[in-house]
Nanobody, 126 residues
Framework: QLAENGGGLVQPGGSLTLSCSAEGRPFNMLTMAWFRQAPGKEREFVAA????????TYADSVKGRFTVSRDNAKNTAYLRMENLQPDDTAVYYC?????????????????????WGQGTQITVST
């Protein structure tokens, strides 16, 4: 079970941090990921952090602005978002995969996941 928190309205250039708690599976073995879906668009990959390896991967559109992290003791993953822009407006979803691979591009694919959080809205606007 996945649950996101932290969405809201932010001005361009602002920052937000999302959190995602995961229950029901060994958290340290999960790769935690974030996707987003803007109105009228398909759900797209944002970032992922491996639970087994010290690896992460990001979409090109968020590299240098977003940081994914995790606290295994709290069963929680985070997405720190900085310098937010109107194009970042979307519903952000947390997801998790128990499949273990060093090939991080695996975690960039929508079909690599089965369970999803309810989503949290982020709106970047003046």
């Amino acid at each position: 079970q996945l649950a996101e928190n932290g969405g809201g309205l932010v001005q361009p250039g602002g920052s937000l941090t999302l959190s995602c708690s995961a229950e029901g599976r060994p958290f340290n073995m999960l790769t935690m990921a974030w996707f987003r879906q803007a109105p009228g668009k398909e759900r797209e990959f944002v970032a992922a952090a491996s639970g087994t390896y010290d690896s992460s991967t990001y979409a090109d559109s968020v590299k240098g602005r977003f940081t994914v992290s995790r606290d295994n003791a709290k069963n929680t993953a985070y997405l720190r978002m900085e310098n937010l822009q109107p194009d970042d407006t979307a519903v952000y979803y947390c997801t998790a995969s128990s499949y273990v691979t060093r090939i991080m591009t695996f975690y960039e694919k929508l079909e690599s996941y089965g369970d999803w959080g309810q989503g949290t809205q982020i709106t970047v606007s003046t």
